[in-house]
Nanobody, 127 residues
Framework: QAQLGESGGGSVQAGGSLRLSCAASGYPFSNYCMGWFRQAPGKEREGVASILPDGERAYYADSVKGRFTISRDSSKNTLYLEMNSLKPEDTAMYFC????????????????????WGQGTQVTVSS
C-alpha cells in the first residue's frame, strides 16, 4: 500500500522560502513519476509541478516557474518542493502525489495521471 506523507509547511511572509518534503513508502518510489498539487480555500485543486521517475526532467505551472523547484532523492524515498519568493497567492494546502502506474510519464496538468495522494501540508504566506 503506497503511502505519502508531506511535511515542511508553515507560515511565512511574502518573499520568504519554504521547503516541502514528501516521504514515500510501500512502493518502489524510484519507478514512479511524482507531482505536487495545491488547493486554496474555495478554489479547485491546481497542479504545481511534476518530475519524471529518473529525476532528469521536471515541469512547472507558469504561476510558479522560476520560483519553485521540484526534486527527488531516491535514496531517501523523498520528494521535495523548494519554494522561494513566496507570494500571498501561494497560500494553499499542498499535496504530493504519485503516478497511478510505474515507469509512466505524468503531468501536473492532469491529476488523473496520479493514483496515490498524501494528506497535505498547509502553506500560508502573509503580505
Amino acid at each position: 500500500q503506497a503511502q505519502l506523507g508531506e511535511s515542511g509547511g508553515g507560515s511565512v511572509q511574502a518573499g520568504g522560502s519554504l521547503r516541502l518534503s514528501c516521504a514515500a513508502s510501500g512502493y518502489p518510489f524510484s519507478n514512479y513519476c511524482m507531482g505536487w498539487f495545491r488547493q486554496a480555500p474555495g478554489k479547485e485543486r491546481e497542479g504545481v509541478a511534476s518530475i519524471l521517475p529518473d529525476g532528469e526532467r521536471a515541469y512547472y505551472a507558469d504561476s510558479v516557474k522560476g520560483r519553485f523547484t521540484i526534486s527527488r532523492d531516491s535514496s531517501k524515498n523523498t520528494l521535495y518542493l523548494e519554494m522561494n519568493s513566496l507570494k500571498p497567492e501561494d497560500t494553499a494546502m499542498y499535496f504530493c502525489a504519485a503516478a497511478s502506474r510505474p515507469n509512466r510519464w505524468c503531468s501536473f496538468q492532469s491529476s488523473g495521471d496520479f493514483g496515490h495522494w498524501g494528506q497535505g501540508t498547509q502553506v500560508t504566506v502573509s503580505s
